[in-house]
């Protein structure tokens, strides 16, 4: 007997919910269909399906997707990165208390006491046909990130392949959800060809038809909800193996729109601008944001990351600022509409010779123009490089603060963690680095706010 069986899947969505309505209504007919068929279906997410940068997920701590997830019928989800290290300790213990789903992530768990009670390394699924299918899972190893919020992590690969020789012959098929991202899905399918299928994620790749390595089909679906996928499994009920896996991508632009759909997306924002219209602190005067020069936002935000991390001197991109700080009353919605990045600070030790070389590649005149993308940057573009407390002068002289750096000291840099990828700055990769969590700017500036202005 040949049994066939389907499953859809989605990856990092990050909120962007644009054609959620008519893609789960469309996963919802396709697999009442199949049901009718006698085949059997699921529904899987591959993590990053919330991003903080989203009103209604902000405004919910995550919890407004879980609700979206539950509606739409999945039946199993893995985390990514922003489940995993944009949220705090205790966020994300308690994110997954109402799934109807299952979440499955094998290679991180909680530094003291017990694990979250839906957190699994594992579940086995069983078809209408008995047919039995393990799912295992992993996410991309920022091992810093999740020490800081008290998780740890196990290497992702060696995880998955332990668990696949365990599971291999207690169950007739193995998939895996990785948000590690292609590279990683090739070689974990060269290591591991016990694996039948890994759906990919986290690099945001596209992967029309799916492509096989070493005999393991390997998916990529994009990223903001541009696509959903589908993969179909015949198996050979008597032989035990599977004779074809076929995957491919549909176009949710493209699927028949839902009765209302505007107006369903619009609720979720207009509940999460509710959510966050909250007095925080009011103001004398505006201040205003600058792409291109220093301004009274940036001075205001030097001394609330100083103040905060206690550092000597600050850099920062002007980008970040995606709008100007009004006057009387500010909001959290305020503050979320400023700094919707995901992005934490980082201070880093720095030799005076380190210092004068940040400083002087900060000059760069490419660099404003940037439209970054990714890096957790969430702004238009990248804006002027600004340095807080240190210069370079005509004698080619570090200064600290106006006066001469000494140079037998170190000295502590605050800056954002976007920078300390190797990206723009290759010597921040290796220096002594310290990540302020979990509070992202927007909290920093509530804080310094809450402080400083009347509440």
């Not at 074809?244 to 991508?249: A, I, R, T, W």
Request: glycine share 6%; with cysteine.
């Amino acid at each position: 007997m040949l049994e066939k069986i389907h499953i859809f899947h989605t990856n990092d969505l990050h909120s962007h919910f644009k054609y959620w309505p008519r893609m789960q209504n469309f996963v919802k007919e396709q697999r009442m269909e199949l049901a009718t068929l006698g085949e059997s279906s699921f529904l899987f997410d591959v993590g990053d399906h919330l991003d903080r940068s989203n009103i209604y997920t902000e405004a919910t701590i995550g919890k407004g997707n879980v609700k979206l997830l539950n509606e739409a019928g999945y039946d199993v989800v893995t985390i990514g990165n922003n489940e995993g290290i944009t949220l705090s300790h205790e966020e994300l213990y308690h994110l997954y208390d109402e799934a109807a789903f299952e979440v499955v992530v094998a290679n991180v768990y909680a530094s003291q006491g017990s694990n979250p009670f839906w957190m699994k390394p594992y579940v086995i699924l069983t078809t209408t046909h008995g047919t039995k299918l393990a799912v295992i899972a992993a996410t991309a190893m920022f091992e810093i990130y999740y020490k800081e919020l008290k998780w740890q992590m196990d290497d992702a690969r060696g995880t998955l392949i332990r668990l696949a020789l365990q599971l291999r012959n207690k169950v007739d098929i193995i998939v895996c959800l990785s948000h590690l991202g292609v590279t990683e899905d090739e070689l974990l399918a060269d290591e591991c060809p016990e694996i039948d299928v890994i759906f990919g994620s986290h690099t945001h790749h596209i992967l029309p038809n799916g492509k096989l390595v070493n005999g393991v089909l390997l998916t990529g679906g994009g990223k903001f909800g541009q696509y959903t996928g589908h993969l179909v499994v015949e198996y050979d009920k008597k032989l035990r193996k599977i004779v074809e896996k076929k995957d491919s991508l549909i176009h949710n632009k493209d699927l028949p729109k839902v009765k209302n759909e505007i107006d369903i997306v619009q609720s979720y924002e207009e509940e999460g601008k509710q959510l966050l219209d909250i007095p925080i602190f009011t103001t004398e005067k505006s201040y205003n944001k600058e792409w291109f020069h220093y301004s009274q936002l940036s001075d205001l935000f030097a001394r609330a990351i100083l103040d905060k991390s206690g550092a000597d001197c600050a850099l920062f991109n002007a980008g970040i600022f995606l709008d100007s700080l009004p006057k009387g009353t500010v909001t959290a919605l305020d503050l979320h509409r400023i700094f919707p990045h995901p992005i934490n600070l980082c201070t880093i030790e720095l030799t005076v010779a380190e210092m004068k070389e940040i400083f002087q590649q900060s000059k760069n005149e490419e660099w404003p123009y940037i439209e970054l993308k990714g890096l957790g940057f969430r702004g238009v573009i990248f804006g002027k490089m600004l340095t807080y407390g240190f210069s370079v002068n005509e004698d080619r002289q570090l200064l600290i603060n106006g006066k001469l750096a000494d140079n037998e000291r170190i000295y502590k840099l605050v800056t954002l963690d976007l920078f300390t990828f190797g990206y723009f700055y290759p010597s921040f990769k290796y220096a002594k680095k310290n990540y302020i969590l979990p509070e992202f700017l927007r909290n920093i500036m509530i804080d310094y706010g809450q402080r400083i202005f009347k509440p």
